[in-house]
C-alpha cells in the first residue's frame, strides 16, 4: 500500500557528509511521522531521527549536531543530511513511515520500512 524508496547511501571519509532520501508513494491519506532508522551488524536497530506531521524532530544523542532530518510533506519526501561523519555512523540506514493509507474499507493506520541503504564510513 506504501512504497518507501531510500537513495543517497555509500561510501564517505571521515569528516564528509552525505545526504539521505526517502520518496513514499502509495495510497497515502495522510503521514503522521517519518524516520530514519539503522542497523549496524550485530547491533540493534536504533532511532536515528524523526520527523512528525507538525514538524517536530528528535534525534538520537549520538547525532544531535551532526545531523538534520527534513521532509516535504508535497511530495511525501524525507531527507537526512549528514555531516561530520564518523565510522561509527557505518550502518545500513531504514526510512520508516507511520501512515494512514486509504483501502476499501476506509483509513488505516500502518507503519512501513524502506530496503535500506548503505552507509560506509571509513577512518
Known amino acids: 500500500q506504501v512504497q518507501l524508496v531510500e537513495s543517497g547511501g555509500g561510501l564517505v571519509q571521515a569528516g564528509g557528509s552525505l545526504r539521505l532520501s526517502c520518496a513514499a508513494s502509495?495510497?497515502?491519506?495522510?503521514?503522521?511521522?517519518m524516520g530514519w532508522y539503522r542497523q549496524a551488524p550485530g547491533k540493534q536497530r536504533e532511532l536515528v531521527a524523526l520527523?512528525?506531521?507538525?514538524?517536530?524532530?528528535n534525534y538520537a544523542d549520538s547525532v544531535k549536531g551532526r545531523f538534520t532530518i527534513s521532509r516535504d510533506n508535497a511530495k511525501n519526501t524525507m531527507h537526512l543530511q549528514m555531516n561530520s561523519l564518523k565510522p561509527g555512523d557505518t550502518a545500513v540506514y531504514y526510512c520508516?513511515?507511520?501512515?494512514?493509507?486509504?483501502?476499501?474499507?476506509?483509513?488505516?493506520?500502518?507503519?512501513?520500512w524502506g530496503q535500506g541503504t548503505q552507509v560506509t564510513v571509513s577512518s
Open positions: 502509495g495510497s497515502i491519506d495522510s503521514i503522521n511521522a
Open positions: 520508516n513511515t507511520d501512515a494512514t493509507v486509504v483501502t476499501d474499507t476506509g483509513v488505516e493506520r500502518y507503519d512501513y
Open positions: 520527523i512528525i506531521s507538525g514538524g517536530s524532530t
